[in-house]
């Protein structure tokens, strides 16, 4: 069976669905497919590009460089890599979402890229934020689900 960078080489570009959510909202998990061409030139800034990380393959977005390497983040993650340049393998080309296609070069898409980075600090800010309320409500017990999680759902253990 060939792997991912077997079939680029091959063939310039490989089509598959899409699985995990770090790429929300812009990809869906099992429902968008994504076409990834072979990199042949240093991605840039907004590019999402595929990697590998050990034996995974990886599609997040390039959100700057810094000492020789890629700064890269899932649009749906707060987390950022520093990816070596020799461990990206492609860069998302387009999407096709409900029969329709998008292309990584069109002005909505590239729309898209800047504004959700442009607004990450204010996502991650609201995730924090969101976060410590989520664990406050569970140790004062008032969290929905909290009550269910520590037992004191009102229903007896057996």
């Known amino acids: 069976m060939s792997s991912i960078a077997d079939v680029l080489e091959r063939d310039g570009q490989f089509v598959y669905r899409t699985s995990g ?3 929300e909202p812009m990809l869906r998990q099992d429902r968008d497919l994504v076409v990834v061409k072979k990199a042949v030139s240093r991605p840039e800034k907004y ?9 995974a ?4 977005r390039v959100i700057g460089e810094r000492n020789g390497c890629l700064r890269i983040r899932g649009d749906n993650t707060f987390s950022v890599e520093n990816v070596p340049y020799e461990n990206v393998i492609g860069v998302l080309a387009g999407f096709q979402r409900k029969g329709k296609h998008y292309t990584a070069d069109s002005r909505p898409y590239r729309f ?4 959700w980075n442009a607004v990450y600090p204010f996502r991650a800010f609201y995730a924090r934020i ?3 309320a989520v664990n406050a409500a569970k140790k004062a017990g008032i ?14 253990r057996k």
């Open 21 to 23: 959510v770090s790429m």
């Open 47 to 55: 590019d999402v590009v595929l990697y590998r990380r050990g034996d």
């Open 57 to 60: 393959y990886v599609l997040h």
């Open 112 to 115: 898209y890229a800047r504004f």
């Open 130 to 132: 969101r976060r410590f």
């Open 143 to 156: 969290a929905p689900g909290a009550k269910k999680i520590s037992g004191r759902d009102g229903r007896k």
